[in-house]
């Protein structure tokens, strides 16, 4: 059975995360924390905890605006280098907790979308060199030529994490640059420990293969495993959304049993409820839509996971009447829940 805590760490919005880490290094090097925010439309509230819900335009813009203010060329770096895979919850001990180095990377690529990227990151292997390649998300955010920099930056930084877990000091021998260095190369060099090819057809950092099958210094593979389950499981329950729609599911996900009502949803994304129902209605959704698509994910999570009688399934989904449960969920699926649990 999934707990509330292990929804709560998967679903994590990691743009707050990162914005912290962001605006603490931005304030290292002079910025002022206060005229970022401001100019980037962020309240205080969407970045006092990690686990506060910033919308990724506004990231976007905060990223962009103190990429335009900073004289440090490394900027990506430092906030790569001050983050923990630890702190990507659930698929951070996913990963953590893998048989060998390519069972990490193949989870760190298959679940990447439940923290929210910006790019698509796949592992080739061509010989006896393995290469992560990375690209913009298909249909994504349009970014800029500084946020492309800062991010690329960033991800890069996570080859010291990646080696650490490995037993190596630096895990990429090579690296490959879409974008140009904009006057920064010593910059890169400094921090990758090689000096990179900027301008290249795409972003890609390679290794060598035989790498792939070393093992982790310290995993639970049974943990790993548990909690790859749990990403999969949210995965395959994001699969059918994007968009708003997608941040709403998420947030729902932080609390499933007690599912919040529209106007208090909006509250959490900082919003009017009519702009948060316009923009659901944009995506051809409603509210109410979301809500019933959840709790029936939860409903058939449990009737699969636990033996617990239907109505206490019903009251842990949010359903105070069992003949409403009941009757949305044969509408839904074409069959009672008790004939759901014997055909599963």
Not at 169 to 176: I, N, R, S
Request: hydrophobic content about 40%; aromatic content about 8%.
């Amino acid at each position: 059975m999934r707990t509330t805590d292990q929804v709560d760490v998967i679903t994590n919005n990691t743009n707050a995360l990162y914005a912290i880490k962001l605006l603490d290094e931005a304030v290292a090097l002079g910025l002022d924390r206060g005229e970022l925010l401001a100019d980037a439309g962020v309240h205080r509230s969407e970045v006092d905890n990690p686990e506060a819900h910033l919308a990724m335009e506004k990231y976007l813009r905060l990223v962009e605006i103190t990429m335009d203010r900073c004289e440090a060329p490394d900027l990506g770096f430092r906030v790569g280098e001050h983050t923990s895979l630890m702190e990507h919850g659930v698929l951070g001990y996913a990963m953590l907790n893998s048989a060998n180095f390519a069972e990490c990377l193949q989870r760190y690529c298959r679940y990447q979308r439940l923290v929210g990227p910006l790019f698509e990151v796949e592992v080739v292997t061509e010989g006896d060199v393995a290469m992560m390649c990375t690209r913009p998300l298909p249909g994504g955010w349009q970014l800029s030529p500084s946020v492309i920099r800062y991010y690329t930056q960033e991800w890069l930084a996570t080859g010291v994490i990646w080696a650490s877990l490995i037993g190596r000091d630096y895990l990429f021998t090579e690296v490959e640059i879409a974008h140009s260095a904009e006057g920064g190369e010593q910059a890169y060099e400094n921090h990758l420990k090689l000096m990179p090819r900027f301008g290249q057809s795409g972003t890609r950092a390679k290794f060598p293969a035989e790498w792939l099958s070393l093992p982790l210094q310290v995993a639970n593979e049974s943990i790993g495993a548990m909690c790859a389950q749990q990403c999969e499981r949210l995965l395959d329950e994001l699969s059918h959304y994007r968009g708003w729609a997608a941040e709403v599911y998420r947030q729902l996900s932080l609390s499933p049993g007690e599912i919040p009502n529209m106007n208090a949803m909006a509250d959490r994304l900082h919003m009017a409820s009519r702009t948060l129902r316009r923009r659901l209605d944009s995506e051809g959704l409603t509210y109410q839509q979301l809500v019933i698509d959840f709790r029936l994910a939860m409903a058939r999570q449990y009737l699969r996971e636990s033996q617990l009688p239907v109505n206490e399934v019903a009251e842990l989904v949010g359903y105070a009447n069992p003949a409403n449960f009941y009757r949305t969920f044969l509408r839904a699926e074409g069959m009672t829940p008790q004939k759901f649990r014997t055909v599963i």
